[in-house]
Structure formats: structure tokens, C-alpha cells
């Protein structure tokens, strides 16, 4: 196998299932049908896999586009062991619920955490994002 430099790399992931993870924390599951020198993706038969504790919910999303600079991480699905998760397979409407609740659980601990700093002095710039 010969290396290919940059986005060219890609060129040997066209066709194949790959499991692309964006800035915004999104996990994607499609086939990569082409790419550009900017690395922009379009993934077919794409699903977003949403991830609670041991449970996963799959949204199907069709064909996606992807803006090379959203990308995180990128590798090659192995097919043979894509069925053998350890993981409970949930609802769209249940891994969406599950979520909700994560978030309200993360945004009440941030709320303690601020108040507690608050407490001591601290004060904390609301404009910083997590991402």
C-alpha cells in the first residue's frame, strides 16, 4: 500500500462504512461515496448514533454532507464484529429521552458547580461554550 498525502488518503475509504465523529459531538454511520481536496465528505445510507451510558438509539439521516472541518475522527466500521456490541440497542424515541435527561442532569451540575464557585468568590464567564 502506497501513502498518499493529505485528503488523497481518503481516496482508499470510498465505498466503505466509516464512523465519522464531528466537533459538535454528532457520531455519523454511512458509506463514503466521495470527497473533495477540502476533505468534505458525502456519506449515503448515513444514521447518527446517539450514545447513553450502555444504550444507543440510531436516527437515520439518508445522505449526508459533511464539511471537512467539522471532522474529528474517521475510521473504517468492521463489518464482521459491527453486530457484537456490548451495548442494548434502544428507540429512536427512548436513546432521545435518555439524552434529555442526560442533558438536564449536566446543565443541573453545572448549576452547582457555578453556585458553588459563586459561593467562594469565583465568578464565571457565561460566554464560554464547552465545544
Known sequence: MNYLPGTASLVEEIDKKLLVVLRDGRTLIGYLRTIDQFAN???HRTIERIHVGKKYGDIPRG???VRGENVVLLGEVDLENEHNLPLEQV???TILELQ???QLEREAEQERK???MAE?????DQTIDDF
Open 100 to 102: 434529555r435527561e442526560q
Open 63 to 65: 445522505i449526508f454532507i
Open 91 to 93: 428507540n429512536i424515541d
Open 41 to 43: 465528505l458525502v456519506l
Open 114 to 116: 457555578k453556585k458553588a
Open 120 to 124: 467562594r468568590g469565583i465568578h464565571v
